[in-house]
């Protein structure tokens, strides 16, 4: 049985001698921010979910003109969307690599895969920036189409979590500095880590949307009940 | 490092030593439920002041001239989103979860104390917004609470300029300060317990408390997503929600979003909203109610049972608020049974609140009494709840004032008895001063008596089908003459009410300098919020040595016991322990 039923089945009104109390582990403050970043991914999770489910119900409407599928469409080819997921993927790439040599107490080698992981994740949002730019100048502006701007809004979104993530790792790699200690770094750099992970997941979940031809768009949007 | 939350030593916890660190930029989690507490009450009062107004045209229409069609919609608005959000979410979570979480679980604080300045602070920010409303051309915005596309940004609703604008930003601004906030209550429940301090020894107010938050941090998110993509119909002409439309003569730019999409994101959040106010309101009630009845709660593993299925069962609801929106019918099928499921745990909830004061030991307190107070409004919110949750009932009931009536009796009146009970209950530990007794039951039954004279004659006037939002009736056939003078009772009652409030006001302040000093746990409450060394706590809440938890919170008249309660940190004697095994 798992433990959340074992939990609720418990009776408290029944006393027990201190003895065999379920005492609670002794917490330190990454098992906390542990928790927390479950939540806050549970949080962003949902987000973006209905985000993703509001653009599924959106795109049942008749002036919904998807951004892949024709060939005029931008879209429809991909490469410069992979070109751009490609920073994302070495940017968590590099994180993972920078709690494995923060693990095995590699100072440098840690300091210089984190800056490689900010360095891609910074390439990504300009990135990104210049991908505005180019729609914008093929005539694909916001409020032309839903589509559009569910392509703007999206990208904007998932680029605050990362400047979000950012923030929070100039504070970690500032305390750190405070410390000098690598291995210090290493549990939460993994939080950090799984946040990257997350969001890496995220742009593939919006990428994949994005460059969907209606066709599967409608096929989706059925799968839901639109 | 181990967490100074849940440290013995308190050598990590630098004592606050300057005005400003003690009470502005405080990070103590007292402060700031103190903060958020007097800031909810504040915004309340001015939502109280909407109301008042807003019945003065409802009773005696055509007698002011200052409340015309347009500002009468701005108080309506203004008066249900400050009273759900800024109101009542921010003082039952914001306030009271602040306050009794650390408390409750053994705990010096929560566990990121920055962040949870930090939320204060963000939800100061997100009222002076709010506020600004008023203050800005064409005013705050008359789109109703709910703020529906596409009336709610179109030229005639008003405030749809600028009013609009603000109460989007100042949603999306409380929305951060609610998950900064929201992340600290939940993560110090599950991590800075003390020891021995079981998630089923926790009181049911932390429980309460701890789901309404998990609830507030997947429900928030929807409101968000649906401000946004309502500032971006607005502010740059998308078509999220803003279907092709002719306005004023003129053809619009949208072309053809689904403002039912909007109802139903609304709606997400909108119904676990109602469960965000009301399951801390049902903790605390619960712990109210065992305390002045000195008894057990009765059956205390299904009350929590209740709260997490009513958790879980409140993210599938959502569309009975929109039986008249021109959704597949099916869907009134599979959410009409589903509201009814959910009437299930919540009448386990009311059967063993009674079941408690059955042949309790009853002390008719003046927390007591608010929370009977509350057994009676919200059973009757429940009821007509469990009418309106029919498809077949709701559609002729639907926009009239039954339907205002049920609201505001379930998740109005409701939590604002509960809150009342707790601010009257717990203000002997926040301030160490007791309050004047006899106001405290003058302003109970004013305010019982008033509910009920004013919402009682609201759901006949709803059946006879008089509308809501309206300014005025004007002739309307099918409404007789005598649905007027109802209203005109309806808006006397309120201001009473209103007015009496004054009393509780009036304790509240007069009490912190002049009222009686507070006695150590002056309830004989059993849990560990009463059992600090000082009263109020000091900063850091324990003194050198946390404290050890060794029972649940409801020993109350334990046979053979000294006293009629046991505090949940007095240890376990062998003859009890032997006793619990026999049993």
Redesign the interface.
């Known amino acids: 049985m798992i433990r959340p039923l074992q939990?609720?089945?418990?009776?408290?009104?029944?006393?027990?001698?201190?003895e065999q109390?379920?005492?609670?582990p002794?917490?330190?403050?990454v098992?906390?921010a542990r928790?927390?970043l479950r939540?806050?991914l549970?949080?962003v999770g949902?987000?973006f979910f209905?985000?993703v489910i509001?653009y599924l119900?959106?795109s049942q409407?008749?002036?919904f003109q998807s951004l892949a599928g024709a060939p005029w469409q931008p879209f429809t080819d991909t490469s410069r969307l992979w070109l751009n997921t490609s920073f994302l993927i070495l940017a968590s790439a590099a994180m993972q690599a920078g709690i494995w040599s923060a693990q095995q107490e590699r100072q440098n080698r840690t300091i210089g895969f984190v800056s490689a992981a900010v360095f891609f994740t910074v390439l990504f949002l300009f990135a990104q920036l210049q991908l505005w730019q180019q729609l914008s100048q093929l005539g694909f502006y916001?409020?032309t189409?839903?589509a559009n701007?569910y392509f703007y809004?999206l990208t904007a979104?998932h680029g605050l979590h990362l400047v979000g993530g950012l923030i929070v790792l100039g504070y970690l790699a500032s305390k750190t500095w405070a410390v000098d200690s690598v291995t210090a770094i290493a549990k939460p750099l993994q939080l950090c880590a799984t946040y990257w992970h997350f969001l890496l997941g995220v742009w593939m979940v919006l990428f994949a949307l994005l460059a969907s031809s209606p066709q599967t768009i409608n096929a989706l949007a059925a799968m839901c009940g639109f | 490092?181990?967490?100074t939350?849940?440290a013995d030593q308190i050598d990590t916890m630098h004592d606050p030593d300057t005005f400003i660190t003690k009470y502005v930029w405080s990070q103590d989690h007292k402060v700031i439920a103190i903060q958020y507490g007097l800031t909810a009450v504040f915004v309340g009062l001015v939502a109280l002041v909407l109301s008042a107004l807003m019945r003065l045209q409802l009773g005696f229409p055509d007698s002011f001239d200052f409340i015309d069609p347009n500002s009468y919609l701005q108080f309506v608005t203004m008066h249900g989103m400050i009273m759900v959000i800024y109101l009542l979410t921010a003082l039952l979570l914001g306030g009271f979860g602040n306050y009794l979480i650390p408390l409750m679980i053994g705990a010096r604080d929560m566990?990121?104390p920055y962040m949870n300045m930090l939320s204060y602070w963000t939800y100061l920010l997100s009222v002076i917004v709010l506020l600004a409303s008023f203050f800005v051309p064409g005013g705050p915005t008359g789109a109703g609470w709910t703020l529906y596309p596409p009336q709610a940004i179109l030229q005639g609703t008003p405030g749809y300029d600028w009013g609009i604008i603000l109460m989007l930003a100042s949603l999306a601004i409380f929305i951060i300060a609610f998950?900064m906030g929201?992340?600290?209550y939940?993560?110090t429940v599950?991590?800075?317990?003390?020891?021995?301090?079981?998630?089923?020894?926790m009181p049911l107010t932390i429980w309460g408390i701890f789901t309404a938050t998990v609830l507030g941090?997947?429900a928030f998110?929807?409101l968000?997503?649906s401000a946004?993509?309502m500032m971006?119909d607005k502010v740059?002409?998308?078509?999220?929600f803003m279907p092709?439309l002719v306005s004023m003569g003129e053809s619009l730019?949208y072309?053809?979003?689904?403002p039912v999409?909007f109802q139903?994101?609304f709606w997400?959040f909108g119904h676990p909203e109602v469960y965000i106010v009301a399951l801390p309101a049902f903790g605390m009630v619960s712990d109210v109610l065992a305390t002045h009845a000195r008894k057990?709660i009765f059956g205390?593993?299904m009350m929590?049972?209740a709260i997490?299925a009513i958790g879980g069962l409140s993210f599938v609801v959502w569309a009975h608020h929109m039986y008249v929106s021109g959704m597949h019918p099916a869907f009134g099928f599979f959410f009409a049974t589903t509201t009814l499921i959910i009437a299930v745990p919540t009448a386990i909830k009311v059967y063993n609140w009674v079941l408690t004061l059955w042949r309790g030991n009853i002390h008719f307190t003046v927390p007591m009494l608010f929370a009977i107070g509350f057994i009676f409004t919200f059973t009757h919110g429940g009821l007509t709840g469990l009418f309106l949750g029919n498809v077949t009932i709701d559609l002729p009931l639907s926009d009239t004032y039954f339907v205002v009536a049920h609201f505001h009796m379930v998740m109005g009146v409701s939590p604002i008895m509960v809150l009342f009970a707790a601010i009257y209950h717990w203000y002997p530990l926040i301030t160490g001063r007791m309050f004047s007794d006899t106001l405290g039951k003058a302003h109970f039954w004013f305010t019982f008596l008033g509910t009920y004279a004013i919402y009682l004659p609201m759901h006949y006037i709803g059946v006879l089908g008089v509308p809501r939002r309206y300014f005025a009736m004007g002739d309307t056939d099918f409404i007789p003459e005598s649905a007027q003078t109802l209203n005109a009772s309806i808006t006397i009652s309120a201001l009473i009410v209103g007015l009496s409030q004054l009393i509780f006001l009036y304790n509240i302040f007069w009490s912190l300098r002049y009222g009686e000093k507070a006695a150590h746990n002056p309830w004989g409450a059993t849990s560990l919020e009463w059992q600090t060394k000082d009263v109020p706590p000091h900063h850091g809440n324990w003194g050198d040595k946390l404290p050890?938890v060794?029972?649940?919170a409801?020993d109350f008249s334990v046979p053979g016991a000294k006293e009629d309660f046991i505090p949940q940190n007095h240890?376990?004697s062998?003859e009890?322990?032997t006793?619990?095994?026999a049993?």
């Open positions: 939990t609720l089945r418990q009776k408290p009104w029944l006393t027990q001698a201190s109390l379920n005492l609670i002794e917490v330190d403050s098992a906390a928790i927390a939540f806050i549970a949080v949902v987000l209905l985000f509001t119900a959106r409407y008749p002036d916001i409020s189409n839903p701007s809004l979104v | 490092m181990q967490h939350a849940i566990v990121f998950t929201g992340l600290n939940v993560t599950l991590q800075a317990r003390t020891h021995g301090m079981t998630l089923m020894r941090l997947l998110p929807a968000l997503v946004i993509m971006l740059i002409g998308t078509s999220f092709a730019d072309t053809g979003g689904s999409l139903h994101l997400f057990n205390y593993r929590v049972w997490v050890q060794y029972r649940w409801y240890p376990v062998p009890e322990h006793a619990g095994e049993s």
